[in-house]
């Protein structure tokens, strides 16, 4: 048994954040199921949008956040996040964060749906960096705890007490650790899940393989809201590649004039769309995109920036221009193929603004959460701001309510008495494709009732499976993973089949108006 004053799991921008603001005070855990530097975070590339040029406004950012998540989003939350967004890059910045610059200024580049230059950025590889300052940091405090290669199971929470007290607190988790082949649990008065979005539960995400849902799944299982998950976010331009199928092109190659064009004819077709053109929000151009290749039966479309000098493209986007050169594309006079992937979760956990859930002592914050920023589509560079916004909300809430927050009692350990290991581990892999597969083709970009229902009956039946391999087998990581990738594939299937509109990211053909009135769906246990 492990004890912390407060344990993390997530070691991303939201739970390093939150573990940073805390060990002044506190001894603090942070888990992380592989490596350190696996999450969404370090693929970031655009960056963190923020007030910050002369003109702007925080009225502005905040009218365009409202906008791109089509009027669902919570306008306090957003007041709360765009206003502290300028001292979140503060803090990175002294933490030593190398934003680029010009002049005595940060260099601020352009995304979709953003109406001014907001994007602060290192290159085009700014979660890399980040990543790594707050590791970094991390890594030198004395009160902070990094465990990698633990993948947490699930919550334990009052129904796991030694003598039940029927409370409902969370107390922790049950981990299992992969060099030792066996289930810990960590137990801590509050516990913070930062574990990422669920993106794998698509065919083609740009998200790590890590994606899986993980906290999602757990929080719905311990008694949780879940809110909002046929969200799904899709990046328009995920490189097009027969060997590399996740690698992102920045948004940023648009808003510093890339343009979407169609291979053969080389028509730009964004205007034809949106007055907008390539810099819409992404929902907008995302669909656009999946229009043209289903019209045309095309494999990809065209994003060509080659019409900027070639040192332009060099030094705004070295990591993308050295990564496609490997792939024998050459950005500086080729045009890029790119097809629209999955990208973000803007579904999740609710969360109020200090980060709390609906269970005693269990907090969230970044892309496992709804916070009630994003709506029905996340503006561009918002989602790393959330995480550095969140991270410390949740912190400052558990510095100020400590004395409330009792120690765990004691809790029972895992038990194994009634598992074997298992004896067919292609059942896993079998049912692993299968969930991404059809997550792609019946509940993706434009929808139908009668695809998503398919996708529910398909769900069911592999509900059925998995409870049975999972009551029968002892634990592995891709065994807790498939769990809550059939978890989170299902959340999402409920969700679109509630909502009767199109809004944002959840487009369908049989309810293709907008609603006068903006709901949230949300799931209660
Ligand atoms: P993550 O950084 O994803 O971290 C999740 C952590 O949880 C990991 O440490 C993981 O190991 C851990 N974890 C998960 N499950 C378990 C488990 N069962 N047990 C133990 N640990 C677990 N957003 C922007 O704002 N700007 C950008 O430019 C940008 N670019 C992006 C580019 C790409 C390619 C991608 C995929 C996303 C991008 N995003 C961007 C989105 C943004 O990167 C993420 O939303 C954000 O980094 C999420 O941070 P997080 O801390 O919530 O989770
Ligand atoms: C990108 O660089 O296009 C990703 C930005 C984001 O997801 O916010």
């Known amino acids: 048994m492990h004890e912390s004053d407060i344990l993390i799991i997530g070691s991303g921008a939201a739970g390093l954040t939150a573990a940073l603001n805390l060990a002044e005070r506190f001894k603090v855990t942070v888990l992380a199921k592989g490596a350190m530097n696996e999450g969404a975070t370090a693929w970031a590339q655009g960056g963190v949008a923020a007030v910050l040029e002369p003109g702007d406004t925080f009225d502005s950012h905040i009218e365009d956040t409202m906008i791109a998540g089509a009027g669902l989003n919570d306008r306090a939350t957003v007041e709360f996040v765009v206003e502290n967004a300028p001292a979140a890059i503060d803090r990175l910045e002294k933490l030593g964060v190398p934003f680029n610059t010009e002049g005595e200024a940060l260099h601020l580049t352009r995304e979709g749906g953003h109406s001014h230059r907001r994007i602060v950025h290192v290159n085009d590889a700014t979660g890399w960096a980040v990543q790594e300052a707050l590791l970094n940091a991390a890594r030198a405090h004395p009160n902070i705890t990094l465990v990698a290669d633990m993948v947490v199971i699930d ?110 004819t080389g028509h730009r077709f964004m205007p034809d769309f949106d007055p907008r053109a390539e810099l819409a929000p992404r929902d907008v151009v995302a669909r656009a995109i999946d229009h043209e290749i289903k019209r045309l039966g095309l494999d990809y479309v065209h994003l060509d920036i080659s019409h900027q000098p070639p040192e332009f493209v060099r030094t705004h986007f070295p990591m993308i221009h050295e990564k496609l050169l490997g792939l024998g594309v050459d950005m500086t006079t080729q045009p890029i193929p790119v097809v629209p992937a999955q990208h973000y979760t803007c579904g999740g956990v609710v969360i109020d603004r200090a980060g709390r859930t609906d269970l005693p002592h269990l907090y969230a914050a970044g892309e496992v959460s709804q916070s009630g920023l994003h709506g029905a589509n996340r503006l561009a560079s918002n989602s790393l701001l959330e995480c550095f916004v969140f991270g410390e909300a949740a912190a400052d809430d558990i510095s ?26 292609v059942v896993i892999k079998q049912n692993w494709t299968e969930i991404r597969r059809f997550m792609w083709n019946y509940v993706g970009i434009v929808r139908s009732t009668k695809r998503l229902e398919r996708a529910a009956r398909r769900i069911d039946m592999l509900r059925e499976e998995v409870n049975d391999y999972y009551g029968h087998f002892r634990v592995t990581p891709d065994l807790i993973e498939l769990r809550n990738l059939l978890e989170s594939a299902d959340l999402i299937v409920r969700s679109a089949l509630h909502r009767k509109e199109s809004r944002g990211l959840h487009y369908t053909i049989d309810y293709p108006e907008t609603l006068d009135a903006a709901i949230d769906t949300v799931l209660v246990p």
């Open 400 to 425: 100020a309510n400590w004395g409330d927050l009792a120690p765990p009692p004691a809790i029972r350990p895992w038990d194994e008495s009634r598992v074997t290991h298992s004896d067919e581990e």
């Open 155 to 264: 919550l334990a929470t009052s129904r796991h007490e030694a003598r039940y007290s029927g409370a409902g607190n969370v107390w922790g988790v049950y981990a299992f650790n992969r060099a030792a082949n066996a289930v810990e649990l960590f137990t801590a008065r509050a516990t913070i899940l930062a574990t990422g979005g669920a993106g794998r539960t698509y065919l083609f995400s740009t998200a790590p393989r890590g994606a899986t849902g993980d906290g999602i799944a757990m929080a719905w299982r311990a008694g949780c809201r879940i809110s909002n998950m046929e969200f799904m976010q899709f990046h328009p331009t995920c490189l097009y590649n027969l060997d590399v199928k996740n690698f992102l092109i920045t948004e940023a190659v648009r808003g510093e004039g890339g343009h979407l064009k169609l291979p053969g």
